[in-house]
């Protein structure tokens, strides 16, 4: 039996109503956690650690053994032969992104995108996302909300407003909208919160610093044409390469590092050669991507989501122009899969990017029944715990998590716990589910769902 436990109240402002049994509550004490019978997947070994204990004390798991623990006031949960596995990471979403872009544009004042936001994190921490990395978006709020208890949701690790040049994939100001960098212009939410346009050195340097004044632990520029943009084709490449090292050089003063949106050769290229470290998707890459990404360590932040959603639910979220570039994308990602895996690259995070539609949210573990075309259910796991956590983890100084590490199951690290029917690490679509298949979440030594007798 568990200890009382009580509702968190000034948790759930926006979001009243628990569904789940167990969910958003927290021990009126803290009790130690030890769960029992339990197979260990680590974060990284192949083989689980059969029939182990692992004791949590506060936030961190204090001892994983595979010999009985006696520990005084524990609360004790029998996992029942379950698999326990850390908490998954997303690299690449935008939390505070959660509706059509043109809405969240044109109709909404920034209460809702709070309002709406947190209801959706809260989700995402219901699908088993215990940390998130937000690539560019007014998300540094919510963390802090998060943070400080005051919202549910998963750990965030945020860009800050995107940076991009003027006509680049940060670009959605309505056809008549002056620049909001020109003397006398009045900038929208969007070019105050969402994303900075900069062109030429000192403005991207300024545009950087800004992002950091926020408060990002990480940078996002955009490198390349993308799909939810209208004026900027998939083929174009976008900052110079003197504006692009301008602002790694200026991530690399705070101690931290770019990540780059791009998806073909020429964007992907250009931003290696200016020192960038992390670049998202990637899908039209061809060898020549593949060789220089293999050669400077670079990590790749791909996503297969994409395989799953269908022309109309592309426009629905991002407009029926973002629909032709989209199907461009979709057809290459199966090509990058193959050569991610001929090229032995093996700094691959896991991403799902899903912006703009709240049903297409809730298909956000899809991902890992498309990554099974290309690698092996003990990969995807990796990825999507281990993995992932190296890549935030880069963020250095600024990484607002250090009492541990995150994405493994070891003394020490935190206690962001999974228990999961059956063995994901043989079959990872198990995860697919989540909703039947994963039993327990726990985030920061929270119980937050609990579905056990």
Do not use: C
């Amino acid at each position: 039996m568990t200890p009382k436990f009580k509702h968190l109240v000034a948790m759930t402002a926006f979001s009243a109503g628990l569904a789940i049994a167990g969910q958003g509550l927290a021990q009126e004490e803290s009790f130690p956690i030890l769960f029992s019978n339990v197979h260990v997947f680590n974060g990284v070994d192949e083989q689980r650690i059969e029939n182990a204990n692992v004791l949590v004390v506060d936030n961190l798991i204090a001892e994983v053994s595979v010999e009985p623990l006696a520990v005084a006031n524990a609360q004790i949960i029998d996992g029942g032969g379950r698999t326990l596995m850390p908490g998954l990471i997303d690299a690449h979403v935008h939390m505070a992104i959660t509706e059509p872009v043109a809405d969240l544009r044109d109709n909404f004042d920034w209460m809702y995108w709070g309002a709406v936001s947190t209801i959706e994190a809260e989700k995402m921490l219901l699908r088993g996302f215990t940390t998130v990395r937000d690539a560019g978006g007014p998300a540094i709020g919510l963390q802090k909300a998060i943070d400080r208890g005051k919202a549910i949701g998963p750990r965030i690790y945020a860009s800050g407003p995107v940076i991009s040049q003027t006509s680049g994939h940060g670009e959605h100001r309505v056809y008549t909208e002056p620049h909001p960098n020109f003397m006398g212009a009045q900038p929208s939410f969007f070019n105050q919160h969402v994303e900075f346009l900069a062109d030429g050195v000192p403005e991207v340097l300024r545009a950087t610093r800004e992002a950091l004044r926020m408060g990002a632990v990480q940078i996002k520029v955009m490198a390349g044409g993308g799909v939810s943009s209208s004026v900027d084709p998939l083929h174009t490449v976008q900052g110079l390469p003197e504006e692009l090292e301008a602002s790694v050089r200026a991530a690399a003063d705070w101690g931290t590092y770019v990540m780059v949106h791009a998806y073909n050769d020429d964007s992907i290229l250009r931003s290696l050669e200016a020192g960038v470290i992390s670049i998202e998707h990637g899908q039209l890459m061809t060898e020549v991507s593949a060789q220089a990404i293999k050669d400077s360590g670079a990590w790749i932040v791909p996503f297969y989501s994409l395989l799953g959603l269908d022309e109309e639910v592309v426009k629905k979220a991002l407009g029926p122009a973002a629909a032709p570039k989209f199907l461009d994308v979709q057809a290459g990602a199966r090509n990058q899969m193959k050569l991610l895996k001929e090229y032995e690259i093996e700094n691959v995070a896991f991403s799902t990017d899903i912006i703009g539609d709240p049903v297409a949210l809730t298909k956000q573990n899809d991902e890992f029944k498309y990554r099974l075309e290309a690698w092996t259910s003990h990969e995807i796991l990796q990825q999507a715990t281990s993995k992932s956590a190296e890549l935030l983890a880069l963020s250095g100084k600024l990484n607002p998590y250090t009492a541990g590490p995150l994405g493994v199951i070891e003394q020490g690290a935190y206690a962001d716990l999974l228990l999961v029917e059956g063995n994901p690490v043989e079959d990872a679509e198990i995860l697919v589910d989540y909703t039947n298949n994963i039993d327990l979440i726990m985030k920061d030594g929270v119980i937050y769902k609990n579905t056990l007798d």
